[in-house]
């Protein structure tokens, strides 16, 4: 009995409802009323489903489909039917009405006197533990919302109040953009003229060489506040219209979610970058240690087996490179971004580029380790290599500078000097300095003793050479018609050979003329009468020193 007085009602009140034009069409009308005797109810559409908007504002989502209508169809009914009533209409109370017929639920809402939809238990999402009866108790409060916003949306007082409200936060948002440009412009301008006047011992002249890189890092704090502010216009603007105001609640919620779950991120890595800090502490540790003592071997204060001064810094440098190596990799599962597809991605790229790089900077680092080992020769050595002659300026992983006779920096691979021959003037020299020397050769007729001392006065007197260690003189050859002398001096400036042996010329041409010896080279074309020898009464001739002890 009660079934069919709950049949006879909504029969009758569809039948009322479609004679006073309330629903949206006939074939709707029909259908309804079949789906509520109980007579046809059709079957749902597998993942079908569709959310029922009014004023952009969610109600309640669809999901049954009646008599062949998908939820989309009900949707753009239903929306239809709320759009054609007047504001006199949507002003009625809204209500609702449960049905039930067997085991088909509905409820029934109403604007007034006409009939908005009819929920049925077919739309609740499956697992749904809220009853029909809770759910529709929400979708009455999101309608009344609805309703209102699409009442007052029509109001003439709400739309100048909204526009009035939106031309004041339009012109301060311009006054602020204009006054965050203004106060950049100014911050940047002061900051450019501190670091134009800072002198070389200013704690600000290091942010000369990066003054593009600050000012493209305040450009976009400059855009990103720019996004800040226009973001908050956007939203109170939106705010200020009922029909908008959904847009400016996501968007408002949107930030706030955003907000959240960056913060959430941080302090759920935390942790992880707290490992990361300490793992990359002891290293540096590590690190410092492994330098002081390597420092300590190249100024001579510490002794290690297999490691010389000259080797000590390259080995420092290796050292190091592990060190950091080690920590790096025992510190990157903690970094937070460390099992992202992007990190992972960007790792795999930077692998692939040193692949197919590797081969030549692997040939010249072991070329430059090669060289270091081995110290053939170092900064500061006075060397010939090849056709380039000059002082080693720098050494590194890569190549070698050489500063030639010519003031001219020549860079050479290392894997090149691996492959030749290096000529190291100051390599067994030490402190003592690059070794030069000159030729002369001088007829018989001059006493040795003589030559060399006048040899070593020139020597003495050039500004260039080393007093200490002495000069000396070396007999090279007897040849057929003269002595081949060779002068041998020490110098400190090697670039300066040129300059040195020059000067160095211009004193024994000096010192042999002043003794009245002749440079030039004899040759004789015929046996001369007497034997070219040297008296021995001329045998310390000036300026030779005789001996003390009267031998020679």
Same mark, same amino acid.
């Given at each position: ?6 049949? /006879? ?6 039948? +009322? ?43 309640? #989502? ?12 009900? +949707? ?8 054609? #009533? ?49 759910? !529709?108790?929400? &979708? ?16 003439? !007082?709400? %739309? ?5 409200? $939106? ?44 003054? =593009?890189?600050? $000012?493209?890092?305040?450009? =976009? ?7 800040? &502010?226009?973001?908050?216009? &956007? ?20 930030? &706030? ?11 759920? !890595? ?9 793992? %990359?502490?002891? @290293? ?53 971004? @460390? ?21 030549? +900077? ?19 050595? /006075? ?31 290392? @894997? ?37 001392? #006048? ?39 090697? =670039? ?37 020898? +040297? ?18």
């Amino acid at each position: 009995m009660n079934t069919f007085w709950s049949v /006879f009602r909504l029969v009758t009140l569809l039948a +009322v409802t479609l004679a006073s034009g309330s629903l949206w069409a006939k074939d709707e009308v029909n259908s309804e009323a079949v789906l509520a005797s109980g007579s046809l109810w059709a079957k749902d559409v597998a993942n079908s489903e569709a959310m029922l908007k009014i004023a952009h504002r969610d109600i309640v #989502m669809l999901r049954a489909t009646i008599q062949g209508a998908p939820p989309e169809k009900r +949707v753009e009914r239903i929306t239809e039917q709320i759009r054609a #009533m007047n504001e006199s209409d949507l002003s009625q109370p809204i209500t609702r009405s449960p049905l039930a017929v067997g085991d088909i639920k509905a409820v029934l809402f109403s604007i007034g006197d006409r009939t908005a939809f009819v929920l049925l238990d077919k739309d609740l999402e499956i697992g749904e533990k809220r009853s029909l009866d809770q759910v !529709a108790a929400e &979708v009455e409060i999101r309608l009344a919302q609805a309703v209102k916003a699409l009442i007052d949306q029509g109001h003439g !007082a709400v %739309l100048i109040k909204g526009g009035l409200f $939106s031309l004041m936060a339009t012109a301060i948002m311009f006054a602020l953009l204009w006054a965050i440009q203004k106060a950049t412009t100014y911050v940047l301008d002061k900051l450019q003229q501190r670091i134009q006047l800072a002198n070389a011992n200013s704690k600000l002249r290091w942010a000369a060489h990066a003054w =593009l890189l600050v $000012s493209r890092v305040a450009h =976009l704090v400059l855009i990103a506040l720019w996004l800040a &502010v226009a973001y908050l216009w &956007v939203t109170y603007v939106l705010g200020n219209f009922p029909l908008t105001q959904p847009f400016a609640e996501q968007l408002s919620g949107m930030l &706030v979610h955003s907000l959240g779950r960056f913060g959430d991120a941080a302090i759920a !890595a935390i942790p992880s970058l707290v490992s990361v800090a300490i793992i %990359l502490f002891l @290293a540096k540790a590590a690190n410092d240690v492994a330098g002081n003592v390597f420092h300590n071997v190249t100024l001579g204060r510490s002794l290690i087996p297999g490691i010389h001064k000259e080797t000590a810094g390259a080995t420092r440098r290796i050292v190091a490179v592990v060190i950091w190596g080690v920590g790096i990799a025992i510190a990157y599962p903690y970094l937070p971004l @460390a099992e992202s597809n992007a990190f992972k991605g960007l790792s795999v790229m930077f692998g692939f580029m040193l692949t197919l790089g590797s081969a030549g +900077v692997v040939t010249q680092l072991m070329g430059g380790l090669v060289l270091i080992y081995s110290r053939a020769l170092k900064v500061g050595d /006075f060397v010939s290599i090849g056709e380039v002659t000059g002082v080693v300026k720098e050494m590194s992983a890569l190549s070698t500078k050489i500063i030639n006779m010519r003031n001219e920096e020549v860079t050479i691979p290392n @894997a090149v000097l691996v492959g030749s021959a290096i000529k190291n003037y100051t390599g067994a020299s030490g402190e003592r300095g690059a070794l030069v020397s000159t030729t002369v050769t001088i007829g018989y007729d001059t006493p040795w003793r003589q030559v060399h001392a #006048m040899l070593i006065n020139a020597a003495e007197k050039t500004s260039g050479l080393r007093n200490k260690p002495k000069s000396f003189v070396m007999q090279k050859a007897l040849q057929d018609y003269y002595v081949e002398y060779e002068l041998y001096a020490y110098m400190d400036r090697p =670039l300066e050979r040129i300059q040195i042996l020059s000067e160095l010329h211009s004193h024994i041409q000096d010192e042999f003329n002043t003794y009245g010896v002749q440079i030039m080279s004899p040759h004789f074309v015929l046996q001369p009468k007497n034997n070219v020898v +040297v008296n021995k009464e001329n045998w310390f001739s000036e300026p030779a020193e005789r001996p003390a002890s009267g031998k020679n």
